[in-house]
């Protein structure tokens, strides 16, 4: 007659499972974020290597949404075959709200940005040359990157955790009662 008191317990618990599946559903959503961005950087750095500029103009100023008091001055130019170029210019920062009324008397300036190829539909690649940011493609690499180890890491955890909680390591056998 087996007793029911040696009956084998989930090493997992449906709290674990869940919180395991969405700490690796936000590292995977990061990771995809990042190795898009990076590239994206690297259209932007071959529109950049190109040397291809236009002269475009600014056009209003976008609000960021996860940011609180903080915009970005858009640029926009059209070829002579209608492909539309877009882009944020400025410091390389986001401004503040404090600028606003500053920033809003911009709207008309020409800039000049490097353009590159379409990328769908009618839509180009460009970057402003005076007024953008450096191009730095490297971090978010690496950060896509640390986020693919972090999801390997937590399964490698997840398996030597199973392996350890069913004694299946040679060299922790548990003892077995008589």
């Known amino acids: 007659m087996k007793d029911k008191s040696n009956k084998r317990i989930s090493p997992l618990s449906i709290t674990g499972i869940i919180l395991f599946t969405i700490v690796n559903l936000i590292f995977i959503f990061i990771a995809t ?4 961005s990076y590239s994206d950087c690297l259209k932007i750095q071959k529109a950049i290597d190109g040397g291809v500029t236009a002269e475009a103009e600014i056009v209003y100023l976008q609000k960021h949404s ?6 970005s001055l858009i640029c926009r130019y059209v070829d ?5 170029y877009e882009c944020a210019c400025g410091t390389g920062d986001y401004y503040d709200y404090t600028q606003t009324a500053l920033d809003e008397q911009r ?4 800039v000049e940005i490097y353009i590159g190829e379409v990328r769908y ?3 180009g690649v460009c970057w402003a040359v005076s007024y953008g940011k450096d191009v730095n493609a490297k971090t978010q690499l690496a950060w896509g990157i640390v986020c693919v180890c972090l999801i390997f890491v937590m399964f490698v955890l997840l398996s030597l955790y199973l392996l350890c909680f069913y004694d299946k390591f040679p060299f922790t056998k548990r003892k077995k009662s008589e």
């Open 80 to 84: 002579e075959n209608g492909i539309i």
């Open 33 to 36: 974020l990042m190795f898009v």
């Open 66 to 71: 996860l940011s609180r008091g903080t915009y």
């Open 107 to 110: 709207i008309g300036e020409k």
């Open 121 to 123: 539909g009618n839509k």
